[in-house]
């Protein structure tokens, strides 16, 4: 029955509301298809006994006729998420051994739902990274290959693992979280559907903090429906986390529905970068086409301070990094190096524990809040992000969503970019202007490039308005298809 | 800003993350590299643009001042890589 992880979460819950299956052979046919799968390196961590145990628990609600949203339907966790006696590492070494008494908001919820575990997902080291390499258990390699061509690629980051493992239909959906394009850019590098939710709108509770002002939890799915599904059991106020924001959820599935005659779409004119391939600049006036065929009206405007974004974004994230990560010291979880005092034991401890990318990034955040500096780092980018954020609200004047492409490129080689942190960086460049502004952003999968590699489109939307991604998102894909990769992994 | 390799030692020390001579040069290229990149902000101007303190525009949350949880002094130490009698086990301090 292995055809079973072909089905959607939509396809699933109607099979299981016909009887057509039960939850455990969902269930098993996944993990026999994790099994046959470990050279992507997606999952670090399985955990088949609770995907059984829960998917018996399913069985049995769908027997009683008391099905849950998500019922049965089994879904890969980031690593990022803490799951409570369960490998939470932040796929990194100084996290060794450590599983967390308590379980995050986020997952809480999607087992309250129904969800069914697999296992935990790989993901760039603290979330640092945009290609799945900086990974402490070696990077994912994305299911989907150029034509002709065997050459490795990268799954995009941070979270590679959770991207590839819903490519490559290791998981019915998967948790991730996006700090600056950590969700959208590997949904668009292996042609799934990726959210980031308005800042504040899912929990970060028991979420390994990375940038606390920019961190938020989303969906990883294979279609538009299929992430309006979970991020309704994602979202929600938590009283435990003081950021999250006291808002009804609303079901997002009517929104599938709803036509965008007469919605204002806004085409971003600084998108358009230099050295950008044709290929993006052709999909995006595709996507503009689709838009204006459905009725939608096509709005130029300008958002002047976007090639800032990135730079402000890497002082501010780095800075809140360099605080969250102080708590990794060796002396109440994970990895510790003894030394001669107790400095040297943190120093030797942090030198072993963190990689490159964390100790670069750490110590950038350090430098940029140290004395003296913290003005004319710190201070200004926040000021830059003011701006950035007044630029989306003057362009929202005028229009109801914006269009942009995902990224910049397709799927690199694993080991191609990984040489120069500044050419990585470029990777989040259409990205990370929205988690400045807080704002919700969608990557959906919007046609091949010339080697046969996905490409995607983004949506942003104003804060709160989650329901316009996905309406906005069911354009694209209605007009665009789905896209799925060859199996030659398993 | 170009960072030196002093430079590089200080803030690998307030970071308490130890460089070995190799790494401080490399990371100074690295760091160098980076922020010279950020250096554009400059071109920004900012004269009395407020600072961003939150993307959501909110009132702070209070909660009544109360004990709400407590008592788990195990789930505390389980993940710690050294404890006795209920503390965790530093290296000594004080002679």
């Known amino acids: ?490 | 800003m170009s960072v030196d390799v002093a430079t590089v030692r200080r803030i690998a020390r307030l970071a308490r993350i130890a460089v070995t001579e190799e790494e401080a040069q490399s990371l100074q290229h690295e760091l160098s590299a980076i922020l010279d990149w950020v250096e554009q902000l400059g071109e920004v101007d900012v004269d009395g643009v407020p600072p961003m303190t939150s993307t959501v525009a909110m009132a702070m949350k209070k909660r009544a001042d109360t004990v709400t949880d407590g008592g788990r002094v195990e789930d505390i130490l389980r993940n710690a890589p050294e404890t006795e009698d209920g503390y965790f086990v530093v290296p000594k301090v004080v002679e």
Request: with cysteine; net charge negative; aromatic share 8%.
């Open chain 1, 1 to 490: 029955m292995s055809d079973l992880t072909t089905l959607t979460i939509a396809e699933l819950r109607d099979g299981y509301a016909r009887g057509a299956f039960s939850a455990r052979e969902v269930a098993d046919a996944y993990l026999a298809a994790i099994a046959a799968s470990r050279g992507l390196n997606a999952f670090i961590h399985e955990t088949p006994e609770a995907a059984r145990a829960m998917a018996a628990q399913s069985d049995q609600r769908l027997a009683e006729g008391a099905a849950r949203p998500l019922e049965g339907i089994p879904l890969g966790i980031k690593d990022l998420f803490c799951t409570e006696g369960i490998h939470s590492q932040a796929a990194s070494h100084i996290l060794d051994g450590f599983a967390p008494p308590y379980e995050s908001t986020v997952t809480a919820k999607l087992w309250d739902d129904g969800a069914v575990m697999l296992g935990k997902l790989n993901m760039d080291e603290f979330a640092m990274g945009s290609s799945n390499e900086s990974s402490y258990y070696g990077p994912v390699t994305n299911p989907w290959r150029r034509n002709g061509d065997e050459t490795p690629l990268v799954p995009g980051g941070s979270s590679g693992g959770s991207a590839a493992a819903v490519a490559a239909r290791l998981c019915a959906g998967a948790t991730a979280t996006d700090t600056g394009g950590s969700i959208r850019q590997p949904a668009a590098f292996t042609g799934t559907v990726g959210v980031k939710p308005t800042y504040g709108r899912c929990s970060r509770w028991g979420i390994v903090a990375f940038a606390s002002s920019l961190d938020q939890a989303g969906p990883l799915a294979r279609d538009v429906r299929d992430a309006a599904i979970l991020m309704r059991s994602m979202a929600g106020h938590d009283p435990k986390d003081t950021t999250s924001v006291d808002q009804p959820v609303p079901d997002y599935e009517p929104a599938l529905d709803q036509s965008v005659k007469g919605l204002r779409v806004g085409v971003p004119r600084e998108y358009r970068v230099d050295g950008m391939p044709a290929e993006v600049e052709r999909l995006w006036e595709d996507g503009v086409n689709w838009f204006r065929d459905a009725g939608a009206e096509i709005v130029d405007v300008s958002l002047p301070h976007t090639k800032y974004a990135l730079p402000a974004y890497y002082i501010v994230a780095p800075a809140e990094a360099s605080s969250n990560l102080a708590r990794y010291d060796g002396v109440r979880y994970g990895l510790r190096v003894e030394g001669d005092d107790l400095i040297d034991m943190y120093e030797k401890t942090r030198a072993a524990g963190f990689g490159r990318e964390v100790k670069r990034r750490v110590l950038i955040g350090t430098y940029v809040l140290s004395a003296g500096y913290y003005d004319a780092y710190y201070l200004k980018a926040q000021k830059v992000r003011t701006l950035i954020k007044q630029d989306f609200e003057h362009a929202f004047d005028k229009v109801d969503i914006l269009l942009t492409p995902t990224t910049p490129n397709a799927a690199f080689g694993i080991g191609e970019v990984s040489g120069d942190p500044v050419q990585m960086y470029i990777n989040d460049i259409f990205t990370v202007p929205a988690n400045m502004a807080g704002l919700p952003g969608i990557s959906v999968p919007a046609g091949l490039d010339a080697a046969g590699l996905p490409l995607g489109l983004q949506v942003i939307a104003k804060p709160f308005d989650e329901a316009a991604l996905f309406r906005g998102g069911m354009v694209i894909e209605r007009a665009a298809g789905r896209f799925a990769p060859t199996d030659w992994w398993s």
